[in-house]
DNA sequence: TATAATAAAGGTCAAAGATAGTCAAAGTGA
DNA sequence: TCACTTTGACTATCTTTGACCTTTATTATA
């Protein structure tokens, strides 16, 4: 039980219980645990997942820092994202906007949006670059969006 | 945290929420902040971009400036259209997030939802398949999606 | 007055600094 | 053995600084 890690692990716990975001510093954490700064990845990535309820993003260079939240947690919601675990075709997904739409979890307009932005127009593309998808998403989100209001 | 650079950024947009143009002293920025006078530029050029509804320009020699603007409203979704038939990272993309909101093309919240559709957690992907793309980008939104601001 | 020198801005770019991320290899314990 | 942990070398990203460059205004001088 005493593995670093699981000590690690309990330290940020319990600094996430109170204020339900909280912001890290990989190697003050690393220093104060005298571990290798990527032991602290291990942690986040082995503890802090997305199914345990935290979401992990990070800033480098100067002033750099890793932000941990604490993700609400809802039952339609829970059941939902197992089923996103798995590749989805536009009308599973539309699917699951209209129901989460119906159980309140999300509103219309959120769910208009988010349509656009998984529809095929959107996604389907010849070269698998991130930055390429990105815009395309954006373009067809705005495109489409003026046309509705 | 505390990097310069982003206190210098607040500082900045401090100055220019009451007025729409400001004219700024690289040197007198750099001296009260205590930077090197380039970090000024630095600070520009990555946060007071077009992306983002500002215009930079600036005059040399004795009496020069700095000049901030706030881009014409009407401008921007023609801009931003035409600045999405590239590719775009995530942070570019957010910055014109920021614009869209700010000039009411979009909301606040259709905003928050399209940066987590956007995100590179949501897009990053060894596969280059659609459905696959799908349930990742929708996962990533609704996990992050009510944490309430 | 016209021109040349000097001063007073701001611009550029590359290197150094400061973080964080990744991945594979080695270690550990049930 | 096998899964989990730990480490370190290498990579990626963002910030900060400084040396050198360009432009413009002002002052000195022929």
Redesign the interface.
């Known amino acids: 039980m005493s593995n670093i890690s699981d000590i690690i692990e309990k330290f940020i716990l319990d600094a996430i219980k109170q204020d339900?975001e909280i912001?890290l510093s990989r190697n003050e954490l690393a220093n104060f645990f005298g571990c290798s700064p990527s032991q602290i990845n291990y942690v986040l990535s082995t503890r802090f997942t997305?199914d345990r309820g935290f979401?992990v993003t990070s800033?480098r260079?100067?002033?750099?820092?890793i932000r941990l939240?604490r993700?609400?947690e809802?039952s339609v919601?829970r059941t939902?994202?197992n089923r996103?675990?798995?590749?989805?075709?536009?009308l599973g997904?539309k699917h699951?906007?209209d129901n989460?739409v119906y159980n309140n979890?999300?509103?219309e307009?959120?769910s208009d949006?988010?349509s656009l932005?998984?529809s095929?127009k959107a996604?389907?593309?010849p070269?698998?670059?991130?930055?390429?998808?990105?815009?395309q998403?954006?373009?067809n989100?705005?495109?489409n969006?003026?046309r509705g209001k």
Do not use: H
């Not at 996103?84 to 536009?90: A, N, S, T």
């Open positions: 339900s912001d997305l979401d800033q260079g100067g002033g750099g820092y939240v993700v609400n809802d919601l939902v994202l996103l675990k798995e590749p989805i075709d536009y997904a699951i906007l989460l979890v999300i509103s307009e959120e949006i988010l932005a998984v095929s996604l389907s593309s070269i698998n670059n991130e930055n390429y998808i990105r815009s998403i954006l373009r989100v705005l495109v969006i003026k």
